[in-house]
Every structure is written in C-alpha cells, then in structure tokens.
C-alpha cells in the first residue's frame, strides 16, 4: 500500500509521525492532510533519506536543483553545489542532469544526502536515446516509461513530468502569441518531440501507465507546467491556464490511485496576478500543493534573480504557495556556481519564511519574537544564533563593527537612550 | 509662493516641468497632485540639484541614507557611500551624520550631488547642543528651529522631523508593553529630552514656527514615525496608529500653509499587514506621499536585510506606498560599508519596479516587455542594457558562461527547439 493508501485508511506511518514531529503537529494533522491530499510526503526507499512534507498549515519548504548541464561539467562539481545548498538548509534538492554520466551522478546523490530528491526523468530519456538512435527525437513512449521506473526505483522521492502538455494546449500556445513561447527546458523537448512524431503526449495518452509505476514504488508526482509562462506579458495566459485545468483532472485521478500528487507553477508573474495563480492551482488541482518557480515579479533583474524571487516567493506562500524552487543570481544568465546555489537557497528560505510569518505560522511567529526580544536585550550571540544563516550575520556584525568601541558621550552624565528605558521600564 | 501655493492655483513651474518630462505624464498632472497633496516635488535651491517628485501616479523612488556616525567615520568615507548610491541609480539621498563636521559634510553633499538630499536636523541639534552645553539634554527649542532654518536655508530638499511624536503618544508606547519599545534613533532622541526636561514635544507645540521656517525656504517636510515599530509583533499598535492620527491632523495643517508633506512609515510589518498600513497612511493622511523603511516581513534575516526590505518594499509599492527608504545588508548588525550600499540600493529599486509593475505603470511595464522580447531573440547585449543593472548582468554572465561554447546536439540532424520555434512561428 502507499501512503496515499495508508492515509485514507486513517493508519499513522512511521513517515507521518516523523514529519510530525519536524513540523510541530500532530500526526493525525498529517494523516488527514496526506489523505485529503492537500499534504504530500517527499520520502525514499534509501534509509540516508528522511522524510519532508509539503502542504497545508505545514511550513512553506525550499528545493533547489543542480545537473550537468554543460560539456565540462562534472559530477564533483555538482556535489560541490548540493553540499552549498545542504548548508544553506534546502529542505530538497532535484537533479536535473541532461548530460554526462546522470545516472551515477544520482546514485552519487541518493547515497549521499539526507534529505529527499527529485528528478525530471525525461532529461535522461532524451540523453540515452541520443546515444540509442543518434538523435534524442526518435526516443519511444516506452524509452520514457522505462526510465521513470528505473529512477522510482533508486529511490527518487518524486518526480517532475508534464502529462498536462497536450497537442491541444500546444494549440493554444501557438494562437497566443506568446511573447516567450516556451521555458520549460523538459517541456519544449517534449513538444519538439511530439510536434516531429505527430503524436499525442504519452504522458497524457498512457497516465495510467504512469501512474502504476508511481504506485508501484510509492513515488511523488510533480506535475511540471509545460506552458510555464517566460514573462510577466504571458502571465496567466490562456495556454497557461488550459494546461492547469487538464492537471487538475490528472491530480484527480492520481489521487484516487493512491499515488500523492504536487504541481509546479510559474514563473513570472506580476505580483497583482501571485494571489490569482495560487488560488486557482488550488481551486482547479483541489489543493493539491503547489510547487512555484520563483515566483519573479519582475523580468529586469537579471543578476539579481535571487531577489525577485524572494519578492514572489514570499507573496506567493503567503497567498497559499506550500513549495519554492529556488531561483539564483545566475537565473536568465547562465548556469549558478556553489555561491549563487548558496545565495539562491537562503533569499528562498528567507521569502518561506516571511509568508509563515504572514500566514501565523505559530512557530515561524515565535522564532522573530524570540529575535526581537534578544535584539531588544542587545544580546548579540543570541540575535546571531536566531538569524537565518548565523555564520553570515556574525560575519556581516565582525567585518562592520570594528569601530564599535566608540561610544556615545552625547548628553554627558545622563542619557537620553537610559531615561527613555527607565521611563518605560518603569511601574 | 511655494510650489504648493502656485500648484493651487494651477500655476506650471519649471520644476513641474523637469519631473513630467522625466516621469512620462503631462506637467497638469504633477501641478494637480502637488495641488492635492498627493505628490510631492524634492527640490533645491542649489543649481546643482534636479527636482525629484513623489507620489501617486509615478515612479515609485528609493532613498539612500548615510552619514557619519562613528568617531573614525569620515566625509570622504561617507562621500564614497553617497557616490555608490548614485552609481546604482538612488533617486534621493538623505545625511544622517550624527557626529563629526556636520555641517562640511552637508555642505559636501549638496555641492556635489545632482538629485535631491534629505537631513534629519535633530542629530546636529543634539551635536550642536553637546557641544554648547555639555550635554545634548540641554538642547533647546530654539536651537532646534534654529538649526531647521539654518538646513532649510542650505539647500535641503526635505527634513525629517517628529512633530507627532506627543507626550500622549509616549504614554501609549509605555502601557502597550511593546516589544522593542523605540527603534526610532532621533526619536529616542527627543523623547528622552521631553522626558529629561517634562515638556510636551516643541515640534507639536510650536508647529506653526516649523510651518514658517519651511514655508519660507520651500522645503519638503517629511514627518517621521518615533513610534516606528521595531519588531512584527509591535506592527499597526495603540502608539504607532495613535501617531498617524496625529500626524494625519498636521498633513492637512501644513498644506493649508502652502507646505508640501510627505508622511515617514515602518519598518517591521508582516506581509499580512503591509497593505493596510499603506491604506490608513494615505486614508488618515489625506493621500499624503507614503515614505516606508522597507517595509521588513520578518525580524529573523539578520545580513540579508536588503533582501527582507525588497519583498516589503515591493508589496509596499504595490499597496501604494511612493518612496522607498533602502535597508541595506548591514541593518541590524552594524554601519553599512560601500557595497552594502550599492547592494541596497539595487534591491529596493527591484522593489519600487516589481510594485511599479503590478500598478500597471505602462514604463514600467513596457520594460519588462522589452526585456521579454529581448530574450527571445537571444540578444544579450540588448538584455544588459535593459538590465536593472547592466554592469553585475554582463559581469555574471561572462563569469558563468565559460563553457558555452559547449553546443547542445541531442537530436543530431533535428533540433526539439527549432522544430518548436517553427511550429510557433508558422502562418
């Protein structure tokens, strides 16, 4: 039985009572959310992996993802970037590798981290039907569907597929006139693919073989969004949207499988249309969580991509959003280095943050009470302690105060700072 | 006449002129919202100084702030910092120095720069006070409307000051019990002094002198918050709102004299109350122009407060606030260095863009588009230039594109992606 099963039945899983206790709820919080399937558990078979949830009235989760992606690019060097986004606290990680040696790139990572990992399979279905065929376009529906079921297998906590991009939304797309037509690396593969074969999208046309699979190794599916909008003048888009609605008769049917089931949003988006696209993920997926690309509500920052993300991303898990992939600084210029894999988790977990806080997230509540009252103490260890990233605000506080030791004299004998604290300190 | 006198009577002055060209609206429509109060036009007598105007309609703007603050600080080292500003594009500065050749340094400033520059008169006041009498607790109130004109007189644009901040409104802060009482530096300040010397606030008691003083030189006043939260948990209590209140009944004075005003805000406020701060600003202060430090969603992101600030900011903008006091990395943990300002700056003006964006600001969102278009077209000299900050974009991509020489081969003969491009792009 999966989870998913176990849930409806009301029986309390080892993985439940784990994320539970991470989260500070109760079990049966978790159980009810699974079975519903407005909670999903992220878990593997690998004992090194430790369960993450992701959901409703949990708090707002943070992946980053990794790959080779360049000719040069190489396994140590990857590792090198999951061990900055481990640091940085990433709750998951995905490797999204298309080329070189990916499947000991994810048995490196699966052995390796602690935490779940996700994978979009179609990157080394294309890879190996280069070296199959010659050219990644003749790859069949079973190359695909082979694939999935090796990584479920491995021990990949879920995985990144686009079942909703169909001929139809392809269509649609077209009849737009999108300003960026397409920016989902997978999904344009997929539609390149479909477009030369003149067929239909396996993924679509086979769910149910899909969906076996899922339920055989008990797998997270993460719905990818094909029509991810590349700008802001394409938020929210009729293809964009059409896509969704087919996603959502697909959450339907996982669910009913017992197979747990996420979806990936956008993107850009202008921050008056953040509260629309969540609510409408939620509304046509059945509050399936969602899984957001940023969001950026800007397209005119590149090298500060970080940043806009943080600004969406926060706006959009306080709007209900349950999960940020990260964006680097790197984003729209080329692929992140270690420090960029490191700024871009930390502005994700910060925005995650911000939106518990809007949300009254009881505990994301107390942890800036608690720095408020240290600050008011004025006890630096404890502020630093409390910070997001400890290390780089006792950093920041070393490099800056190094004149700290002049002290004020302002008023002489008396001071204003002491009279006002004694005035309101005062019975 | 001041500019709030001739806006009343329909009067275009050149500087009216200066600030439609440069906001893209037609000169009536900046004469009518000074007339209304709605906006607000930064200017100097110095001919160095260009008119910067604030409000409803236009460009959200971000303000700097330096100033000499510790014993070692310097005006060269303060001038680089003001430079760094400028170079990242701050639409207004303001010197805070508290200590040291003030009025040098000032001096310095409005000599040497080409946009508008705020002061705090307080901080030479007390420094003045110290040196006078031994102790900033003997200032007087003639030597705080007395240092006023002398700033006004030099050539400042606009002039903090808190003439809200009430004796009434000191008891509220003291039986709220708020968490960080007072984080306002130069309302501590003053409200140390009224406490040390039991008298009500000169600025509230004798506002029609400070009425006098600014209508004379024509300066900007900008009512600061002393009552400014320092914590979430102290967000929208009895003593800030109590302020606003007050503050609110000093807007409508003030323009009645032929002053234009603009109204200081937080600070801390958790994204769940940032649009109704905004609203009982511009409700309670008669549309006044809303000048937020921030606005920061969470006090736990100690050396990423740039980043915290541009979320708040965003949403701020968004929510209708004008002007952006930038928050640099440094905030919290010490004074910022050069870079700190730098990276301040640019992330408060991603702010003021990305809420730009989402009011529908057709510049701001024709950037975006251009940007879009630029994008897919590949053209990446066009991306820099369109860049919130060409230099970091080009530098970060030509530091993360070594390998890109790498070409993608996947398909052999076909390509996915121009097989896609071809299928959009047919009649």
């Known amino acids: 039985m999966t989870l ?50 992701v959901g409703k009235g949990l708090f707002t989760k943070v992946s980053a993802s990794v790959g080779m992606y360049e000719a040069d690019d190489t396994i140590d060097g990857e590792m090198a970037k999951i061990d900055a986004a481990v640091k940085a606290h990433a709750d998951t990680l995905m490797d999204l590798s298309v080329r070189g040696p990916i499947e000991e790139m994810r048995e490196k990572v699966l052995s390796t981290v602690d935490r779940p990992v996700g994978t979009l399979p179609m990157y080394e279905t294309l890879s190996a039907a280069e070296a199959k065929y010659g050219t990644a376009l003749d790859m069949t529906p079973d190359d695909l569907f082979d694939m999935i079921e090796k990584q479920a297998s491995q021990g990949v906590a879920f995985i990144a597929l686009h079942p909703g991009t169909t001929l139809s939304v392809i269509h649609r797309a077209k009849d737009e006139g999108r300003i960026d037509p397409l920016v989902s690396y997978g999904g344009s593969h997929l539609i390149g693919w479909m477009l030369y074969n003149n067929t239909e999208n396996p993924l679509y046309t086979e769910f149910d073989r899909l969906i076996e699979i899922c339920k055989k190794h008990d797998v997270v599916l993460s719905f990818a969004d094909g029509m991810r909008p590349g700008c802001i003048a394409d938020s929210l888009d009729h293809a964009q949207v059409e896509e969704l609605v087919i996603l959502g008769g697909l959450v339907r049917r996982a669910r009913e499988a017992g197979v747990q089931v996420m979806v990936k949003g956008p993107g850009h988006v202008p921050l008056d249309e953040i509260a629309a696209t969540v609510q409408l993920e939620k509304k046509l997926c059945y509050g399936a969580p969602y899984f957001v690309f940023g969001c950026l509500p800007t397209d005119a920052a590149a090298g500060y991509d970080h940043i806009t993300s ?55 509540v107390k942890w800036d009470l608690d720095m408020s009252v240290a600050r008011r103490a004025m006890n630096w260890k404890e502020q630093f302690k409390l910070s997001i990233d400890p290390e780089t605000a006792e950093r920041v506080w070393r490099e800056r105060s190094t004149s700290f030791t002049s002290e004020c004299t302002m008023c002489g004998k008396y001071c204003a700072m002491k009279i006002v604290e004694k005035y309101l300190r005062a019975e």
């Open 4 to 53: 998913l099963e176990k849930a409806k039945r009301g029986e309390i899983t080892a993985e439940m009572q784990y994320v539970a206790e991470k989260e500070g709820v109760t079990p049966e919080f978790i159980c009810e959310g699974v079975a519903k399937g407005e909670i999903v558990i992220l878990h593997s078979s690998r004992e090194n992996i430790h369960p993450v949830a």
């Open 310 to 364: 943080a600004i969406g991303g926060a706006v959009a898990a306080y709007a209900g959003a349950d999960f940020l992939c990260y964006v680097t600084p790197a984003e729209h210029i080329g692929m992140p280095n270690v420090d960029d894999v490191y700024q871009g988790v930390m502005a994700s977990r910060i925005a995650a943050h911000a939106g518990d806080v809007a949300k009254g997230h009881p505990q994301a």
